[in-house]
């Protein structure tokens, strides 16, 4: 039997914001490869399948579009901005990743690149990242 919503429902992706443990900390960046916003920087993430969590979710995008693997998230938190994905209404939960220092990463799957950058020196952000960006600062301090 199939089920049909009577209100429309939107869409769920989970970001990861990596940080390093260095005197100068650095973040972990992907260029997107695709539109909306190709060309942009942003933090590795995606949509969440139906048979993961969004903790789940993070990971598994942070490790297809950079070959990083973490298994310890913390949630940052939940972004709805209605309007914050062109593609249509997207709710993204944000998780912060702490490691030792910048490891070895190259841009996969839909990214074009996967670069690490000075935490002062951030590029412009895709969507709605800089509210993530200062969220995930103040989580890190």
Known sequence: MTYTYK???PAVTADCVVITKEEQPK????QRGADPYKGYWAFPGGFMNMDETTEQCAIRELEEETGLHVSDVHQIGAYSKVDRDPRGRTITVAYLAIVDKATKVHGQDDAAKAEW???????PLAFDHEDIMRDALEMYK
């Open 7 to 9: 209100y429309p429902r």
């Open 27 to 30: 973040v972990l960046l992907i």
């Open 117 to 123: 950058w000075p935490i002062n020196a951030l590029p």
